[in-house]
Each structure stands twice: as C-alpha cells, then as structure tokens.
Nanobody
C-alpha cells in the first residue's frame, strides 16, 4: 500500500519559516500532480498549493507570495517552503494527489505559528 509521509512541521513565531517535505515508499509522487492541503482545528481540509509533473504551480490566494511548492521527482519528494508565516497558518499539513483520486492520507505534519 502506498504511504505518504509528511515531515518538517513545528512551532515557529509569526514571520518565521518552515520547509515541509512529503515522500512516498514508492515512485507514486514522481508520476502524479501533487498538492499540499491543510486542516485547521474545527475546519475542513483545504488546498494550499499544487504542482504538476512538469513543475507548473498554483497557489491559494491566502498563501500567494509566501509559500512555494516544489518537487524532486528523482527523490520522489514534494516540498512546501513557507515564509512569512502567520498565526492563521496554524494547521495540520498534508500532501496528496491533485487530481481527486486521492491516495491514502498520511498523518500530516503539525504547523503551529505563535503571535
């Protein structure tokens, strides 16, 4: 079974940065359009950023200019560089495919931004 593993979260002050990573036990990431999602307490999971296999990217308005998604197909890994973090960015961050045929969700990685 394919397993997605997210890492890199933590506690950071407002204005700080974090870099999240998502890897898989198989080459599934390298052949799929991928995305980062987040779920804040009491809220639904929402898309944050996506990246196609050719590297084309899209961002939710609330992270544009602050977050950067990238991928390394050779390492079967997708990244999310998060700069200028705000308290409202506090959430559990997940990666998964961007085409709706989701893989089993991983545990996610907790990002907490203090004011």
């Amino acid at each position: 079974q394919v397993e997605l593993v997210e890492s890199g979260g933590g506690l950071v002050q407002a204005g700080g940065s974090l870099r999240l990573s998502c890897s898989s036990s198989r080459g599934i990431i390298s052949i799929n359009p991928m995305a980062w999602y987040r779920q804040a307490p009491g809220k639904q999971r929402v898309g944050v950023a996506s990246i196609l296999t050719d590297g084309a990217t899209k961002y939710a308005d609330f992270v544009k200019g602050r977050f950067t998604i990238s991928r390394d197909n050779a390492k079967n890994t997708v990244y999310l560089q998060m700069n200028s973090l705000k308290p409202e960015d506090t959430a559990i961050y997940y990666c998964n495919t961007d085409h709706g045929d989701y893989l089993p969700w991983g545990q996610g990685t907790q990002v907490t931004v203090s004011s």
